[in-house]
């Protein structure tokens, strides 16, 4: 019996593995698509955009797995009732439960890996992505400058730029600052180049001309320049005011008061999130549980099992939607934070309960329809053994 376990739970695990992996790599190259930009525009090294990337991975990784666990269990155990494995161990005199307890001992693995992403490795990533994201802001920035078009970098700035080069070289400049609207500034440079300063972003222009209009008096100066210097600290200025993502939160800011008046007027929101990262783990042995009822009860048939598989997928989807849907109502409504967690544990209890009487279950219910239950293997118990 130990040899059965051990052989179903190598299965599960690898194809726990290969499908995780798949899911990930796909998800994580369609999230990276978006910072391609900062390699294909030359403002950011490729190893800035390696490290971009990779701090997203754990972010979705806890959502990722316990749909590992749905497949990879609708898969082993489908795999081996084509085999006829599974009805050999049946007649063996494994119970459903006995069968299903590799299944739910690696879902319980993934339940304690979820956590440990949920609680401490995913909110550091993402601390990680905010400050790599500001650091390219600041010392990259001009990645958002794009040449040939009109770019609004806040506060009433325009920045035109006929030619970008290397090393923040800028061609053909035109700076647009309409931040104090009745005396708006033009400056029209052959060149410049974008530094950086202590106080954030400047433009070094060369060989222009710059043009002030007074609104209210109708007079206009133009002044003449060899060099100047333009202020565009905006390019980064928002980063520093902003409040904290809860995602970014570390465990102690959740539970505990900051005294930041911003968290304490948010504080739904973060409850919400904290009850958030200690539900959605749930989600591994529920998926496992809604596979294992699935292809678990009911006689097997070696003609495959399509019908249950596709059903096991839509509870598992309309499980996560629910999952997602009760999130979004926490925050306005504290109460929904425990219905994640009722949720979450349901499936299992209902699950376990199934297997354990789906056979009296059957032959009830063929007893009231007058009809023969089709002969099967001896019922079983917990342990494999025979019933009473």
């Known amino acids: 019996m130990n040899l059965i376990g051990r052989y179903l739970s190598r299965n599960l695990v690898v194809a726990m593995i290969f499908i995780t992996a798949g899911l990930s790599s796909t998800i994580w190259m369609t999230q990276s698509l978006r910072l391609i930009q900062l390699v294909v525009e030359g403002g950011a090294p490729i190893s800035m955009f390696l490290r971009l990337a990779f701090s997203t991975l754990p ?23 084509l085999d006829s494995e599974l009805v050999v161990m049946r007649a063996a005199g494994m119970g459903p439960l006995t069968l299903a307890r590799p299944a739910l001992q690696l879902s319980a693995i993934v339940l304690f890996l979820c956590l440990l992403l949920n609680l401490f490795l995913a909110p550091a990533a993402q601390r990680e992505f905010v400050r790599l994201r500001e650091e390219i802001r ?3 920035s001009s990645v958002l400058l794009r040449e040939g078009t009109f770019n609004d970098v806040g506060e009433g700035k325009t920045v035109y730029v006929r030619q970008r080069g290397a090393e923040g070289m800028l061609n053909g400049l035109i700076i647009y ?14 060149h410049g180049i974008l530094v950086t300063a202590e ?3 400047r433009v070094i222009v060369y060989d222009g001309v710059r043009q002030e209009y007074d609104r209210d008096t109708g007079h206009a100066s133009n002044l003449e320049f060899k060099r100047y210097t333009v202020d565009l600290k905006v390019l980064n200025a928002g980063e520093a005011q902003r409040w904290p993502d809860p995602r970014e939160r570390t465990l102690s800011d959740l539970l505990f008061d900051t005294g930041n008046p911003t968290d304490t007027q948010l504080r739904p929101r973060l409850n919400q999130e904290l009850h958030q990262r200690f539900a959605t783990p749930l989600l591994a042995p529920a998926f496992a549980m809604i596979a294992l009822t699935a292809l678990m009860s009911g006689e097997f048939s070696r003609r495959g099992q399509a019908r249950r598989i596709a059903l096991a997928v839509v509870f598992g989807m309309l499980l996560q939607a629910m999952m997602l849907g009760i999130s979004n109502l926490a925050v306005k409504t504290q109460a929904f934070n425990a219905v994640l967690y009722v949720v979450g544990i349901l499936p299992v209890a209902i699950g376990y309960w199934y297997l354990e009487n789906w056979r009296r279950l059957s032959r009830g219910a063929a007893g009231r329809s007058g009809t023969t239950p089709p002969a099967g293997p001896p019922a079983t118990g917990p342990l494999g053994g025979k019933a009473a």
Request: proline residues 9%; hydrophobic residues 45%; without cysteine.
């Open 177 to 190: 600052d309409n931040s104090k609207p009745q005396r708006p500034v033009m400056t029209i440079a052959d």
């Open 138 to 140: 600041t010392d990259y």
């Open 59 to 81: 972010t979705f990784l806890a959502l990722v797995m316990p749909w590992g666990v749905l497949i990879a269990t609708l898969f082993t155990y489908n795999r081996l009732t």
């Open 199 to 201: 106080a954030g972003p």
